[in-house]
C-alpha cells in the first residue's frame, strides 16, 4: 500500500497556475509521489494540469468528478482520465435530493449505465462517502444501498466521515474489501470539544487497526486529507506523511 495525497487538502494553494506548479514542487519536496486531483481551481487545462504533475515526478491515480459530470458527459470525463492517466473516476458526493432510499436507488441503476464504458476504457468508477450515507433505511444504509445495488462500483472509505457517521472505518474497509483499492487517510480529534481533523496520528482513530484492515483488503493506496486543518497545511501533510511511515508503508 502506497501513501498519496488528497488534493483538497491545498486547495487554498491551487488556485492559479502559478500557485499550483510551487504546490506540486512542495509536495513533491515533501515526499509525496501520488496525488488524487480534486478542486484545483488552476490550470483548467487538463493537458496542462498533466504537464505540470510531470514536471514534478507526480502521479495522478484518481481524480474526484462530480456526479453529474460522471452521467452527463461520461466521454469527456473519459478523455480527461485518459491524459492524466489516473486509474480511478471517484464520485465525491451526491446531490442532497439523493440521499434518501429512492435515490441511493436511482444512483445505483445511473452508475451501472456508465460503469461499462468506464470498465472497457481501462479506468474504474468509485464512491467517497461523508457521513451523510450512513443514516439507515429500513435497517440499511445509503452506503448499503448504493453499492450492492451496484457491485462494480468501487469504495473509498473516508476514515473521518465514517467514524463521525457512527461507523468503524475498519469494519467498512473490510465489508467492501478487494472493492475499495484507495482510502481517505483522515484523522479525527478534538478541541474544545469540537471535532477536529488533525494530521494523522494526532487525533484519535486507531491507525494500527485501521492499516491493518486495508492491507487484508488489498488496498492500494491511503491518501492523506484534511479538510481543514489544525496547523499550517503543508506542515500538516509532512508530519502525517512521517507517522504513516512508522507503520513501513511507503509514499
Not at 501520488?34 to 505540470?52: F, G, N, R
Not at 487525533?203 to 483488503?217: A, V
Request: glycine residues 6%; charged residues 30%; hydrophobic residues 35%.
Amino acid at each position: 500500500m502506497k501513501i498519496g495525497l488528497q488534493l483538497y487538502t491545498l486547495r487554498d494553494f491551487c488556485k492559479t497556475v502559478e500557485d499550483t506548479k510551487n504546490t506540486f514542487k512542495k509536495i513533491k519536496e515533501i515526499g509525496y509521489n501520488y496525488v488524487q486531483i480534486s478542486a484545483v481551481s488552476e490550470p483548467k487545462d487538463v493537458k496542462e494540469l498533466k504537464k505540470i504533475l510531470d514536471d514534478n515526478g507526480l502521479c495522478a491515480i484518481s481524480t474526484h468528478t462530480g456526479y453529474e459530470r460522471i452521467i452527463r458527459e461520461l466521454e469527456k470525463v473519459i478523455e480527461e482520465h485518459k491524459i492524466l492517466n489516473c486509474e480511478v473516476i471517484f464520485c465525491p458526493a451526491l446531490p442532497l435530493e439523493l440521499h434518501n432510499k429512492e435515490g441511493y436507488l436511482k444512483a445505483a441503476e445511473e452508475f451501472n449505465k456508465v460503469i461499462e464504458k468506464i470498465k472497457k476504457s481501462g479506468l474504474c468508477l468509485g464512491y467517497h462517502n461523508h457521513a451523510i450515507e450512513l443514516e439507515k433505511y429500513d435497517g440499511k444504509t445509503g452506503l448499503e444501498i448504493l453499492l450492492d445495488n451496484c457491485p462494480e462500483l468501487l469504495a473509498e472509505i473516508d476514515t473521518y466521515w465514517i467514524q463521525f457517521g457512527g461507523g468503524d472505518p475498519s469494519f467498512w474497509i473490510e465489508k467492501y474489501k478487494e472493492r475499495v483499492s484507495q482510502v481517505h487517510f483522515k484523522d479525527m480529534g478534538i478541541i474544545k470539544n469540537k471535532q477536529v481533523m488533525p494530521p494523522i496520528g494526532d487525533g484519535n482513530l486507531n491507525w494500527e487497526r485501521i492499516i491493518k484492515s486495508c492491507k487484508k483488503s488489498k488496498v492500494k493506496y491511503c491518501l492523506v486529507e484534511m479538510d481543514n486543518p489544525t496547523i499550517e497545511p503543508f506542515s500538516a501533510i509532512q508530519k502525517s506523511l512521517e507517522y504513516l511511515k512508522k507503520f513501513n508503508l511507503n509514499p
